[in-house]
């Protein structure tokens, strides 16, 4: 990967097949298979930015490098929105030259100037590499996550 400038922008439909790509990664990292019509919708959402969805992807000099996927919601506590950053990939290439950083701080950027109570996101336990920058840029909390699938 070459160093350069990194530009931080809203996914456009050129952008498709850098996204199938980086998504096949990013869903091979978890360990994980979808249905091509979910990753089609997903997809569609973002690119659309339907309501309470934002898709970031990073940019440098050889292409796109990383996204987010970043879903507003309500919340309990406070009238404004929360932001849920549900996934973040750079490619494996990319990492550790600041994309995954830019990424989240353009989303950071973007929740400030709207007004977005906070913004938060999770990740595997075993995930060291993202750990390390997320240690850098957020509060780690005490929280456990549990899930119910219906």
Not at 6 to 11: D, E, H, Q, V, Y
Not at 85 to 108: F, Q, S, T
Not at 117 to 137: M, S
Request: hydrophobic letters at 40%; glycine letters at 8%; a negative charge.
């Amino acid at each position: 990967m070459k160093s350069g400038p990194l530009t931080i922008r809203s996914f456009e439909p050129r952008d498709r097949a850098a996204w199938d790509e980086m998504w096949a990664g990013y869903l091979a990292f978890y360990e994980t298979a979808l249905a091509p019509e979910v990753s089609e919708d997903t997809w569609a959402r973002f690119v659309n930015a339907a309501p309470g969805h934002v898709g970031l992807i990073a940019e440098g000099a050889d292409g796109p490098l990383g996204f987010a996927h970043a879903i507003l919601h309500p919340g309990t506590w406070s009238p404004r929105p929360v932001c849920y950053l549900e996934d973040l990939y750079v490619n494996e290439a990319a990492r550790g030259h600041g994309a995954g950083r830019a990424l989240i701080e353009a989303l950071a950027e973007k929740g400030r100037a709207e007004g977005w109570l906070r913004l938060y996101w999770q990740t595997a336990r075993t995930n060291n590499t993202a750990q390390f920058l997320y240690d850098k840029l957020a509060r780690r909390t005490d929280w456990l996550r549990y899930e119910l699938d219906l």
